[in-house]
Nanobody, 125 residues
Framework: VQLQASGGGLVQAGGSLRLSCTAS????????IGWFRQAPGKEREAVSS????????TYANSVKGRFTTSRDNAKRMVYLQMDSLKPEDTAIYSC???????????????????WGQGTLVTVSS
């Protein structure tokens, strides 16, 4: 199982980026996906989670109202739309999945089993 986040880059404060999460080795459409980030020198932080159906979505308070997570199961893609970006959003963003289809780990990182390589998001002031 491999997960891969992509779409990061350098953006000015107030700007937007859309991250994508893809998977190989398993059927992503049956699994909840969580987005997490880790800034330099800081602990990993949960950003959002989306259930396999896309009906159950949870956001961390720090991104609520600015970030939107969605999925296109036909394309086997999960997205994180990030708007109104702030310098404090600078981090490596990763997507993760649980080992069991159908469960919804929410924002609890220890409930996720598969972690992908992250993508760096840098927000300049």
């Amino acid at each position: 199982v491999q997960l891969q986040a992509s779409g990061g880059g350098l953006v000015q404060a107030g700007g937007s980026l859309r991250l994508s999460c893809t998977a190989s080795g398993f059927d992503l459409e049956y699994y909840a996906i969580g987005w997490f980030r880790q800034a330099p020198g800081k602990e990993r932080e949960a950003v959002s989670s989306i259930s396999s159906s896309g009906m159950g979505i949870t956001y961390a308070n720090s991104v609520k109202g600015r970030f939107t997570t969605s999925r296109d199961n036909a394309k086997r893609m999960v997205y994180l739309q990030m708007d109104s970006l702030k310098p404090e959003d600078t981090a490596i963003y990763s997507c993760a999945a649980p080992a069991v289809a159908g469960i919804v780990p929410g924002l609890y990182g220890d409930q996720y089993d598969y972690w992908g390589q992250g993508t760096l998001v840098t927000v300049s002031s």
